[in-house]
């Protein structure tokens, strides 16, 4: 049986992330996958299901499992904001200095 080489994430990655279209591309996902964690959350600590979160939105039970997954191209902050007051919460959004070592950086609270 062949020894299989495990690489270093961390390494990989930041390899990757020199090359300007991957990083653009890799923030963009982060924060679609930190941002649609963060709404499936405040909605499961209201105890709504997809569908209710969605009759409180006058959406489809479908549209509201595209943000959820990151899946929805289009969420607009008009669209983001009717999310969080349906869920009672607000919306702050920041803007913060980077270190040159860290290049991003998203906070969803």
């Keep these: 049986m062949a020894k299989i080489k495990l690489e270093n994430?961390?390494?990989?990655?930041?390899?990757?992330l020199k090359d300007e279209k991957f990083r653009r591309l890799y923030e963009i996902e982060c924060a679609k996958v930190a941002l649609?964690?963060?709404?499936?959350?405040l909605r499961e600590d209201e105890n709504l299901t997809q569908a209710e979160l969605a009759k409180r939105l006058g959406v489809s039970q479908q549209f509201v499992s595209?943000?959820?997954?990151?899946?929805e191209k289009n969420l607009t902050l008009e669209t983001l904001i009717k999310i969080a007051r349906s869920l009672g919460k607000g919306i702050t959004i920041s803007f913060t200095k980077l270190s040159k070592q860290h290049q991003f950086s998203l906070k969803v609270t």
């Excluded at 994430?9 to 990757?16: A, G, K, R, V």
């Excluded at 649609?36 to 959350?41: D, R, S, T, V």
């Excluded at 595209?66 to 899946?71: K, M, N, V, W, Y």
């Design 66 to 71: 595209q943000i959820e997954t990151g899946d």
């Design 9 to 16: 994430t961390d390494i990989y990655l930041n390899e990757l």
């Design 36 to 41: 649609a964690q963060k709404i499936a959350e």
